[in-house]
């Protein structure tokens, strides 16, 4: 029996999916890959090396949180900090890619934030754990509807604000790895698929949020996205 065709002893859980811009039909999320410290004065400060190439994490793909809809202050911290980011958008798949192949993958492009409980990532960094914990939590990478792409990745403008104060802003093009080059290592990592999402890092100015705080981000040409931590 094929997996389309079994029968399960619990119910399945619901598809994962995300609005396209200007589209009644909706992008199956499959998982969310992210870079770390990929834009050189952030790298800075969080206390990194700007040689260091890319390194990956993941969060599942339910930490996904809807456009407009407000994000519940986490439990087990009290240092939680917003992460503005380009998110790409795959179509199409495929392992060890070279930076010259990766763009034929992306599908679009939206903007999102890696939400991060900054005080357990630093406690497990000290003892050498994993991240997961600060990094992969529920409604921990909100994200704006997907916009379809083609041509050259977005090199513009990139910002956050927290109650009307920017706090982040800087532009795409500052990325340490590119957009291309950021797809083709993480295909030497995995096999990529259909409905992979990949956040490609912050630039500087991250910090922490409480609950009230109306949160607001943008990319230029991408679009924008707003919520309230609650």
């Known amino acids: 029996m094929s997996a389309q065709n079994a ?18 039909g909706r992008f199956p999320v499959r998982r969310i890959l992210c870079v770390g410290r990929n834009y050189a004065a952030h790298r800075r400060e969080m206390g990194g090396d700007d040689r260091d190439p890319p390194f990956f994490f993941s969060k599942p793909a339910d930490a996904l949180v809807e456009p407009g809809r407000d994000v519940a202050y986490p439990q087990k911290t009290a ?18 890619l070279t930076p010259e192949k990766a763009l034929a993958l992306v599908y679009g492009y939206a903007v999102g934030v890696d939400i991060t409980r900054r005080d357990l990532q630093a406690a497990a960094r ?7 914990a600060a990094k992969g939590f529920d409604q921990s990478a909100p994200s704006s509807p997907i916009r379809p ?7 513009g403008r990139i910002w956050l604000s927290v109650n009307g104060e920017v706090r982040q802003d800087a532009v795409v093009a500052d990325m340490i790895w590119a957009t291309a080059e950021i797809i ?5 990592l995995w096999r990529l698929a259909p409905g992979d999402l990949i956040f490609t890092g912050t630039p500087e100015g991250v910090g922490p949020m409480v609950r009230g705080d109306q949160v607001k981000g943008g990319v230029e040409g991408v679009g924008e996205l707003a919520f309230r931590i609650v």
């Open 149 to 155: 792409w083609t041509g050259a990745p977005p090199q």
């Open 126 to 132: 000290d003892k050498g754990q994993p991240w997961e």
């Open 184 to 188: 083709s290592e993480a295909s030497k």
């Open 7 to 24: 029968s399960f002893v619990i119910d399945p859980p619901v598809q994962v999916s995300a609005p396209v811009e200007g589209q009644s």
């Open 79 to 96: 240092n939680l900090h917003h992460e503005i980011e380009l998110v790409v958008a795959l179509k199409a798949g495929g392992a060890d």
